[in-house]
């Protein structure tokens, strides 16, 4: 039996879409430092006080539209993924998320006990950011030194401009891209502008100048706004896309406080305007279809864009349980199994 295995992890989702539930995933999701990241104290009255007795039955609502008789999407791929890549790698795949089930303390518990003595984490992820990549590694690795100190583990770090990564992202996409557009938008999930100059060790890059994120500098290693253009930029270079007909945006933005611009819903409304009618939207941030890429932009991205005088408005899925990210996954699998058995010799 091995003693190796590997870690996916995603966001999570709530149980279900009742309201209850969705107060309680929102309760953990929001509470978590690293995504609303004031004072404990103000953190606990904006999101008790403010945010959990009215945003509920909105969520929920939204949930409602996207969900299927299996459950969320975001959930539903993450299991797909689990089972296609188990069929082909010789070593348990265990799957967990940030919030609600399957839990981060059960999975690690369920390893345990199972005898694994290296594990290869793998946040879903392909950019760094408190929120998202940050925030599960924490986890994860508070849980590894609670349950099993002892145990090896080795983290995926973010792959937002690795050829691989670009090759499977271009390649997921080709069939859309061959079809006639004016413009392809990359709407990735925004942050809070605060949360790009905290994640800057130096405190004194990011976002200081206008074009910050086009210096070389070694905050990029931890900027959102670098990565996600870095991955935009090696997407179009590989798929011959010429400047005229892209666009970064930034979506999902929560509060009244600054986040990445420019908006994706402001983008959107504009875009008719300055002449695009056929749009090609794609979502970088996510691996997987979730409620973001499908309530926010397939639905209500599309009613937007569509009533402000688009035309047509197509979608190029998340790499999801395509095979192109299956061998992917198995890849950096089969690459880490490798180089800790020749370390082993
Ligand atoms: C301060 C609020 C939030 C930050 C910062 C944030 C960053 C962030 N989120 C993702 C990925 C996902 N977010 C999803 C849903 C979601 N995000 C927020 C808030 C912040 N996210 C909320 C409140 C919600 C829940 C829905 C809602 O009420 O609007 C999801 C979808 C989950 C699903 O079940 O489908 C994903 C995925 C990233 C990658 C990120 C930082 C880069
Ligand atoms: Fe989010
Ligand atoms: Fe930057």
Redesign the pocket.
């Known amino acids: 039996m091995s003693d190796q295995a590997v870690l996916l992890l ?5 149980k279900s879409t009742e309201v209850a539930d969705v107060r309680s995933y ?1 309760k953990e ?2 509470l978590d430092e690293r ?2 990241d004031a004072p404990t104290p103000i953190r606990n009255l904006v999101v008790r006080g403010l945010i959990l007795p009215t ?1 509920p039955p ?2 929920a609502a ?2 409602k539209r ?1 969900w299927t008789d299996e459950g ?4 539903v791929t993450s299991f797909n993924q689990q089972k296609l890549l188990q069929e082909v790698v010789d070593m348990p795949i265990a799957l967990a998320m940030r919030y609600g089930e399957p839990s981060i303390a059960n999975v690690i518990g369920d390893l345990v006990s199972k005898g694994i003595k290296k594990l290869f984490v793998m946040p879903l ?1 392909p ?1 760094y ?1 408190m ?2 990549y940050e925030t599960v590694v924490v986890r994860v690795m508070e849980e590894v030194q609670q349950q099993a100190p002892n145990m090896e583990t080795t983290l995926l770090q973010p792959f937002y401009k690795d050829e691989d990564y670009i090759e499977a992202l271009v390649g997921r996409s080709q069939p859309w891209l061959e079809k006639d557009y004016d413009m392809l938008l990359f709407s ?5 502008e605060r ?1 790009l100059r905290k994640s800057d060790p130096s405190h004194a890059h990011c976002l200081t100048t206008k074009d910050c994120c086009n210096h070389c500098h070694p905050a990029h290693a931890t900027c ?1 706004r670098h990565q996600c253009f870095e991955t935009v930029k090696a997407f179009v270079a590989k798929a011959g896309i010429p400047e005229s007909k892209y666009k970064v945006s930034f979506q ?1 933005r ?2 009244r406080d600054p986040w990445l611009k420019p908006y994706t819903d402001f983008v959107l409304k504009d875009f008719p305007k300055e002449g695009v009618k056929k749009l090609l939207v794609m979502c970088p ?2 691996i ?1 279809d ?3 890429t499908v309530e926010e932009i397939s639905m209500e991205g599309k009613e937007d864009f569509l009533e402000a005088g688009g035309e047509t408005f197509e979608q190029i899925p998340c790499l999801n349980d395509h095979e192109i990210w299956i061998s992917w996954m198995a890849n950096r699998i089969n690459a880490w199994a490798r180089e800790t058995a020749q370390q082993a010799s």
């Open positions: 995603n966001l999570g989702s709530p929102l999701f929001l995504v609303i945003r909105k969520s939204a949930y996207v969320s999407p975001l959930l992820y950019h950011a929120s998202s990735f999930h925004g942050i809070p949360h959102y999902s929560l509060g941030a996510f997987s979730c409620l973001e």
